[in-house]
């Protein structure tokens, strides 16, 4: 099974800032089947990015993702009192499903 | 606009069984694989199970394989979650999330129900 590793674990920022999100994975993902998510208090996960770099439906282009093999990364501009949430990646590989643990961005 | 209702969960007792369901609407139900997805409150995301678009393929985390049985009725559009054996390691909000039909990712989610697994 695919471990994925997030890091930093929350991420203490003010909003207007950037953020820069790590997920690494113990063996090569295809870029096809990593995705991001974003949570809330109270929601379900939402869709940001899948195949790594192509942003869902309706997310604006402030969210962006980049990265192959082991090392993938959620980029996150200008934020916003609504981008303050947990953000999740998630891969496929071998008929399973793995997520990693997720970042808090949380309010400086 | 896609929607995924999922069917209240409840409390049961340690080793008791407790069925979920998910009413899909919005879409071909028939045309998408779906999935149940856990969470821990306050904890991260655990896949739980993938049931293919007609139902030919199953797929289970280890952690419920065995105990838990995925299945669907594409004629009321339908997903269903047969848990079987519950520990209090099941509790948890199950998500009923539909795969995207050509990437591996889930692009629709439920509001989640919770079961509650204790004596």
């Known amino acids: 099974e695919i471990v994925l590793t997030q890091s930093p674990g929350t991420l203490s920022l003010s909003p207007g800032e950037g953020a820069t999100l790590s997920c690494r994975a113990s063996?090569?993902?295809?870029?096809?089947?990593l995705a991001w998510y974003q949570q809330k208090p109270g929601q379900a996960p939402r869709l940001l990015i899948y195949?790594?770099?192509s942003r869902a439906t309706g997310i604006p282009d402030k969210f962006s993702g980049s990265g192959s093999g082991t090392d993938f990364t959620l980029t996150i501009s200008r934020l916003e009192p609504e981008d303050f949430a947990v953000y999740y990646c998630q891969q496929y590989g071998g008929s399973s499903r793995t997520f990693g643990q997720g970042t808090k961005v949380e309010v400086k | 606009e896609v929607q995924l209702v999922e069917s209240a969960g409840g409390l049961v007792q340690p080793g008791g069984s407790l069925s979920l369901s998910c009413a899909a609407s919005g879409f071909t139900f028939s045309s998408y694989d779906m999935s149940w997805v856990r969470q821990v409150p306050g904890k991260g995301l655990e896949w739980v199970s993938t049931?293919?678009?007609?139902?030919?393929?199953?797929y289970y985390a280890d952690s419920v394989r065995g105990r838990f049985t995925i299945s669907r009725d594409n004629s009321k559009n339908t997903l269903y979650l047969q848990m079987n054996s519950l520990r209090a390691e099941d509790t948890a909000i199950y998500y009923c999330?539909?795969?995207?039909?050509?990437?591996?990712?889930?692009?629709?989610w439920g509001q989640g129900t919770l079961v509650t697994v204790s004596s």
């Open positions: 063996q090569s993902v295809s870029s096809n089947y």
């Open positions: 195949g790594a770099s």
């Open positions: 049931i293919s678009d007609n139902s030919g393929s199953t």
């Open positions: 999330a539909r795969k995207d039909i050509a990437m591996q990712n889930f692009d629709y």
